[in-house]
């Protein structure tokens, strides 16, 4: 029940500041709006990991810097996405590949679930897939690039880039805790985010010089990124703590049901259409929840 709690409340976190980073990338780009939210999330799981006490380790810190790395490269991906696609197909399209690398790493390391959960699992991961279709219309852009960079610039096959990403930061973060380490894989994980998106901004500004699109600016859209950073730095604690209190399979499938609350949100403040397939998929997440409770 525990596991269950903190991986939906994760779930929770991680959908409001998909929605809020999403929000900020479209008006910037995504490694500047990142370069708000990473930092502001590493202030945040620092002061929680020196209040929550724990002894760091070299291996723990070293599987949580290795995580960042996947998760940095993950962010930038998926800012990307958000900025290219709407937020209702990005997110599930990112979750749900996220979530089947967890559950094959799990099955591998010998994890073996009830009938209930088992079901209750598979039930949500057929609700993310539902929410994840978008209209099956074509919509002609002459002016869409072709080869790698037509690739690069579109948001579901993006979003899926970054899905698998955030499915191996899922394993290695729960690779990372030993049961006294406390929080600070977490602050290893924040800055392993920290060197690739500074890596990545040096990089583009080498390619492209000092204009790589328009900065973060004004109180409001700066206030976005940085309460965005602080959730998503929320988020991965309590994902971190879900996976060492149960099964990995168990937690990042739970956490990956975050979409649903994008998706809400997404509607509301773009009004981006929700279509009946994705009603469903909430409908299906709802039973596949209450089956992994009872389970």
Same mark, same amino acid.
């Given at each position: 029940?525990?596991?269950?709690?903190?991986?939906?409340?994760?779930?929770?976190?991680?959908?409001?500041? /998909?929605?809020?980073?999403?929000?900020? +990338?479209?008006? +910037?780009? &995504?490694?500047?709006?990142?370069?708000?939210?990473?930092?502001?999330? #590493?202030?945040?799981?620092?002061?929680?990991?020196?209040?929550?006490?724990?002894?760091?380790?070299?291996?723990?810190?070293?599987?949580?810097?290795?995580?960042?790395?996947?998760?940095?490269?993950?962010?930038?991906?998926?800012?990307?996405?958000?900025?290219?696609?709407?937020?209702?197909?990005?997110?599930?399209?990112?979750?749900?590949?996220?979530?089947? #690398?967890?559950?094959?790493?799990?099955?591998?390391?010998?994890?073996? #679930?009830?009938?209930?959960?088992?079901?209750?699992?598979?039930?949500?991961?057929?609700?993310?897939?539902?929410?994840?279709?978008?209209?099956?219309?074509?919509?002609?852009?002459?002016?869409?690039?072709?080869?790698?960079?037509?690739?690069?610039?579109?948001?579901?096959?993006?979003?899926?880039?970054?899905?698998?990403?955030?499915?191996?930061?899922?394993?290695?973060?729960?690779?990372?805790?030993?049961?006294? +380490?406390?929080?600070?894989?977490?602050?290893?994980?924040?800055?392993?985010?920290?060197?690739?998106?500074?890596?990545?901004?040096?990089?583009?500004?080498?390619?492209?010089?000092? /204009?790589?699109?328009?900065?973060?600016?004004?109180?409001?859209?700066?206030?976005?990124?940085?309460?965005?950073? &602080?959730? /998503?730095?929320?988020?991965?604690?309590?994902?971190?703590?879900?996976?060492?209190?149960?099964?990995? +399979?168990?937690?990042?499938?739970?956490?990956?049901?975050?979409?649903?609350?994008?998706?809400?949100?997404?509607?509301?403040?773009?009004?981006?259409?929700?279509?009946?397939?994705?009603? #469903?998929?909430?409908?299906?997440?709802?039973?596949?929840?209450?089956?992994?409770?009872?389970?």
């Amino acid at each position: 029940m525990m596991v269950t709690a903190l991986a939906l409340s994760a779930a929770l976190a991680y959908g409001v500041a /998909d929605f809020l980073g999403g929000a900020v +990338s479209r008006r +910037s780009t &995504a490694l500047k709006a990142l370069m708000w939210c990473v930092p502001m999330g #590493l202030v945040v799981v620092l002061a929680a990991a020196f209040l929550t006490g724990g002894h760091a380790t070299w291996a723990g810190l070293g599987w949580g810097f290795a995580a960042g790395l996947a998760g940095g490269v993950g962010l930038i991906a998926f800012y990307r996405a958000l900025a290219r696609g709407p937020m209702s197909v990005v997110a599930p399209v990112s979750a749900l590949a996220a979530a089947v #690398l967890p559950v094959i790493a799990g099955v591998a390391r010998g994890e073996r #679930l009830g009938a209930g959960v088992l079901a209750g699992m598979l039930l949500c991961l057929v609700a993310i897939g539902l929410v994840s279709m978008e209209d099956g219309g074509t919509r002609e852009d002459t002016a869409r690039p072709s080869g790698v960079r037509r690739l690069l610039d579109n948001g579901p096959v993006v979003a899926g880039i970054s899905g698998a990403c955030f499915g191996i930061f899922f394993i290695l973060l729960k690779t990372s805790g030993d049961g006294d +380490s406390g929080l600070w894989p977490l602050v290893a994980a924040r800055a392993g985010n920290v060197c690739v998106i500074a890596t990545a901004l040096i990089i583009a500004v080498r390619l492209h010089g000092p /204009d790589t699109g328009p900065p973060v600016s004004g109180r409001t859209l700066i206030g976005l990124a940085l309460i965005s950073g &602080a959730l /998503d730095a929320g988020a991965n604690a309590l994902y971190f703590l879900a996976a060492q209190a149960g099964l990995l +399979s168990l937690a990042a499938v739970l956490t990956s049901l975050y979409p649903a609350i994008t998706v809400l949100l997404a509607r509301a403040a773009y009004s981006e259409r929700l279509r009946a397939v994705q009603r #469903l998929g909430m409908a299906v997440a709802v039973a596949g929840v209450a089956l992994v409770t009872v389970g």
